[in-house]
Structures are given as C-alpha cells and as structure tokens.
C-alpha cells in the first residue's frame, strides 16, 4: 500500500466561517497564497452559501478574484446549489484549478440546521450542481457530516452513513470526505462507521474529516489511516470551532497532522516550516 497521504486543507474555508468576525478579503488572501506555497496541492478557499447564514464567507467571490494560479494547485469552494454554482461561476477566473464540494448530512437534524432541508431535498438541490460541474469539467467532492454523532440526533447509524455515501456516489463518482462535525468519535467508532461505508465506496474515494473537539482527532485518523483512507482534511492553526461546542478546538491542525505523518512514515509533499509560519498568520487573525 502507498505511503502517500494527501492534505486537503480547510481552514480558510471551514476554519474561518466560524470565526465570530469577517476575515477581510486581503487577510484571506494572504493566508492563501502562504498555504499555496507550502507543497499543498488542495486548499479549500470559501462558500457560495446564503450571506445571511455564514457571512464569514460572503466575501468568497473577491477572494477568488485575487487568488492567483499556482501550479499543482486546486482550489475548492462549497456549492449547495445552483444559486451557488452561478456565483462560482461568476467567480472564477478560467485559468485557474477549481473544485466544488458539494456536501450533506448523515442525520436528518444537522440536514435541517445547516441546509435548511431534508437530507432527500438536499440530495435534489445538489444534483444539477453535479451535473453542470461535470459538464463543464470542474472538479468534484463531496461532504458527509455528522458520521459519528449529530447534535440533534445523537449517535448516527453506521448504516445511515453508508447510504448516504452511496446516494452521492451514485450522483457522480465523486471523492467523499467523511465529517466528524461534532468530534465525538472514537478510534473503534470510526472503524465500525468506516468498515460500513468501505462497502458502498472504496478507500481511495475517501476522504477523513475529523473536528478535534474532544482531542481525537489524531487518534481517529490513524483508524482511518489502518482501514486504507489516504486523504485528510486539516486546517492550519486548528483553525475553526464548533458552534454546538463553545470555545471547542477546530478542524484538526494541519501541522498536526503533519507532524503524525512524518512519525508514522507517510510523504504529504508538505513543508511543516511554511504550514508553521501560516498557523501563525492564522492565529493572529482570530
Ligand atoms: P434557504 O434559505 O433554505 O434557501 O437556504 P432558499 O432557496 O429558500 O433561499 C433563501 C434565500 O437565500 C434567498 O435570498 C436566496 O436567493 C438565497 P432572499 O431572496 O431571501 O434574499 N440563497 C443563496 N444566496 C447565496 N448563495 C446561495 C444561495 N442559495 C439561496 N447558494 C442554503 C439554503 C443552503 C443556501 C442555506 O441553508 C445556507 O446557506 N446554509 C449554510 C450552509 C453552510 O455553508 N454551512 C456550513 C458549511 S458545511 C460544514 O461546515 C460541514 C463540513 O465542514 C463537514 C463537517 O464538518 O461535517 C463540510
Ligand atoms: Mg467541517
């Protein structure tokens, strides 16, 4: 098996939508193209998503425009629809790699909360997004939340995760990131909820996304890492938090995972100095 692993860092997106204050675009900007130096080859950069629900990321479409084209790189943003994708559109500049997530929810309360909808609408709303983006050869992944627990919902069914893989790869065989949302999993419960989905979707289609709530975040990957799953999603400084979880850490830290990587023996092709000098940056943005 291949001792490669692959980075998807979030913080920019899933990081700063959380922050209580709008990063300016500049600020944004800058972190970017600090992480676009450092070996990454996948940097998730904002959200076409209502203004009203995450203004954080209202400034999306300007930060695109300033986003410069850096070889080996793509950037991705999130779309819930084709409200969405025509303000992507608008967005982007030709030149430049982009690819959309689409994402969804494992549990019918998070689906409400964060989408406003059942998670069937969601699967409707998202379906012409996947369809044009294939179309027009942008690339594709998508979300699961709430794999492990929903914050209205309590636990989720390994079997509910599954199926909810399975409907959206069968929208398009697209890399799905499995979301820890709330941080509560466990090394054995990731084991279980993955060994489930490894039924509907092979390992290399997926992708772990795992909130450091609880602090095990590390520990969780390493379960996924042992069930074959070779891409991760971080966010440089922990970036991020949890609304259902005041003062809760964020998304993983990139220099985290980082520095597990190297322990264990897996390339990221990433340079930790460049990932600690942007987990400053980011910092002093909070
Ligand atoms: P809605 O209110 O149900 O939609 O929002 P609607 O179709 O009824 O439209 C209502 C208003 O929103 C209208 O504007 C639309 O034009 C506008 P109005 O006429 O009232 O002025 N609208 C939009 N505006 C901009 N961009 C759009 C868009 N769509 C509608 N794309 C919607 C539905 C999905 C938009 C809303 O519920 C929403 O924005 N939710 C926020 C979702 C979000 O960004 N959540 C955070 C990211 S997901 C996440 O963090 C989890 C993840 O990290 C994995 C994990 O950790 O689990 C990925
Ligand atoms: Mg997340």
Same mark, same amino acid.
């Not at 909810?164 to 398009?172: D, H, K």
């Not at 003062?247 to 990139?254: H, I, L, M, Y």
């Given at each position: ?36 130096? &450092? ?7 904002? &959200?076409?998503? &209502? ?103 309590? &636990? ?131």
């Amino acid at each position: 098996m291949t001792r490669a692993v692959r980075i998807h860092e979030v913080g920019p997106r899933d990081g700063l939508q959380n922050e209580a204050r709008v990063i300016p675009v500049a600020q944004k900007v800058a972190l970017i193209e600090m992480l676009g130096r &450092s070996g990454l080859t996948d940097i998730e950069v904002g &959200s076409f998503v &209502s203004p009203r629900w995450v203004p954080q990321m209202a400034n999306s479409d300007q930060v695109m425009a300033r986003l410069p084209q850096v070889a080996g790189v793509t950037y991705a943003v999130l779309v819930p629809n084709m409200r969405g994708w025509e303000g992507f559109k608008a967005a982007r500049k030709d030149m430049v790699n982009y690819e959309i997530a689409v994402f969804i929810s494992a549990s019918e309360g998070f689906s409400q909360s964060n989408l406003n909808c059942s998670i069937a609408q969601s699967v409707a709303n998202l379906a012409p997004v996947v369809e044009v983006a294939l179309n027009t050869g942008v690339g594709l992944r998508g979300y699961v939340s709430c794999v492990t627990d929903c914050p209205f919902d309590g &636990s989720t069914s390994h079997s509910q995760v599954a199926d909810v893989v399975g409907l959206l790869r069968e929208i398009a065989p697209m890399r799905v990131s499995l979301g820890d949302t709330l941080g509560n999993g466990t090394p054995e419960r990731v084991m279980q909820m993955l060994e489930a989905v490894l039924k509907v979707a092979p390992a290399d289609s997926l992708a772990g996304h795992f909130h450091d709530t609880n602090g095990r975040a590390l520990p969780n990957i390493e379960a996924a890492l042992d069930l074959g799953v070779r891409t991760f999603d971080s966010a440089v400084g922990g970036l991020g938090g949890c609304p259902y979880a005041p003062g809760a850490p964020g998304n993983v830290a990139t220099e985290a995972v980082l520095d597990l990587m190297a322990r264990l023996g897996f390339e990221t092709g990433v340079d930790p100095a460049i990932i600690a000098q942007a987990a400053k940056m980011a910092k002093e943005m909070r």
